[in-house]
């Protein structure tokens, strides 16, 4: 009996966090990944926990215990970092994140783990990279994606310097960041435990704000300063990684530098091929034909494998990038000894969110699971996270607005609404 309890308790945490626009679809190997981090009655426990962020007064109230108990077992919780404590202007909440970009990667962030750290990524490994349920779901089940690389500065030509704009620099998110915290790059620590080791140096992922106050304050990773932080990126430019961070214009919380072999979103690229599994940048390269010696250099560092030969009417072969895989980050132009690879901005216009709230609130009308983040009745509700989401409901497209209109039935959003339609 005390085995099906058991069972339930992680199926009932597995739902929990499939009330978040990234979800974690059923598996025997989840179960055997949450039954690894979470105990028993920590599973219980999270499952019951509000979709945003929370007090301790509100998890006391919600797990029926005071607030001391409360304060002891989130606690708890952040140390093995699979929740967070967020500090902001004196207050605290606690959130608990998503799996990826979540509590899978910090659960792999630091080298003194409290579990088994190989049989974790043993297990990592079956869910993310051969099982596909879950790849899909976090990279394919949203037009909205939450990541986006960023280009490499270094091979912008002066007209593109002067166009590009400041969120698309990794520079201008650095420079602008309250507080950045060093961790060890999960992807590549996995690998480790697994026996591959990646040419790439693995203390290398960022983390911003309060989320890098939180991940520090549990030795989960360092405090560095903006110099250090720019001195690890042109390191990083020089093992050909990709800068990839939150798919947001304003206050991205983390910033990875991606290799080809061991990054999730490297790999679902070159597995899939078919699709971007995280947001490009604005540009995209151009190989040119008369000064390309066809060395095949681009090919070998692209960390996508997106540059192909392609055989025109006439028979000649050329190469070029495909753009539906092509992140253009500027790592081909970076190695090209013959300077034949330059960027061109794409026809396309690349929209980005304005911010966390923004990209969340995209991602579950898409998702269907806006009602949830509106509605859960179990979260502390704050006028100011309500303000915020119906602000972003009331600026989408039309498109957007019918499909969260469907999904809440909500006789106040619709009247908001049509308000806006008239004053319009």
Not at 355 to 365: G, K, Y
Request: hydrophobic letters at 35%.
């Amino acid at each position: 009996m005390s085995h099906i309890v058991g069972k339930e308790a992680y199926k009932s945490l597995e739902e929990r966090l499939n009330l978040f626009p990234q979800g974690a679809p059923s598996s025997k190997t989840l179960y055997q990944i949450l039954n690894l981090l979470f105990s028993e009655e920590e599973a219980k426990m999270a499952a019951l926990l509000p979709v945003r962020p929370f007090t301790v007064k509100k998890a006391a109230k919600v797990w029926n215990i005071s607030e001391y108990q409360a304060q002891l077992q989130l606690e708890n919780l952040c140390s093995k970092g699979v929740l967070l404590d967020l500090t902001q202007e004196g207050q605290t909440t606690y959130f608990l994140p998503p799996p990826m970009i979540g509590f899978f990667e910090f659960s792999l962030m630091r080298t003194h783990g409290h579990m088994d750290q190989q049989l974790l990524s043993t297990l990592y490994h079956q869910y993310l990279n051969v099982e596909e349920d879950f790849i899909k779901d976090l990279f394919f089940s949203t037009e909205t994606k939450f990541g986006r690389a960023f280009v490499q500065e270094g091979v912008l030509s002066r007209e593109n310097a002067i166009h590009v704009l400041d969120f698309e620099r990794t520079s201008y998110l650095i420079e602008n960041a309250r507080d950045i915290s060093l961790s060890l790059c999960y992807c590549r620590h996995k690998e480790h435990h697994l026996g591959h080791d990646c040419y790439a140096p693995m203390e290398t992922c960022m983390t911003f704000g309060a989320t890098a106050r939180s991940l520090t304050k549990q030795g989960y990773g360092r405090i560095i300063d903006a110099k250090e932080a720019m001195d690890i990126i042109h390191m990083c430019y020089d093992y050909n990684l990709v800068q990839c961070g939150e798919n947001v214009r304003e206050g991205g919380s983390f910033l990875c530098n991606c290799c080809g072999c061991c990054c999730e979103a490297m790999t679902t690229a070159k597995r899939f091929g078919i699709m971007n599994p995280i947001e490009t940048t604005a540009f995209i390269p151009s190989i040119d034909d008369d000064l390309c010696v066809h060395c095949g250099k681009c090919q070998k560092v692209c960390p996508v494998a997106c540059i192909e030969p392609i055989t025109n009417e006439q028979g000649n072969t050329y190469l070029a990038p495909n753009p539906n895989i092509c992140l253009g980050c500027g790592v081909c132009v970076r190695n090209c000894p013959k300077k034949a690879i330059h960027l061109n901005r794409r026809e396309q216009q690349i929209l980005t969110p304005a911010n966390t709230t923004h990209r969340t609130v995209l991602m579950a009308i898409e998702k269907g699971t806006l009602p949830y983040l509106i509605f859960d009745t179990k979260a502390y509700k704050s006028h100011r996270m309500m303000a915020a989401i119906l602000s972003v409901i009331l600026n989408l497209p039309p498109l957007k607005q019918a499909l969260a209109s469907k999904q809440l039935k909500s006789v106040y959003l619709d009247h908001l609404l049509a308000t806006k339609k008239k004053q319009n």
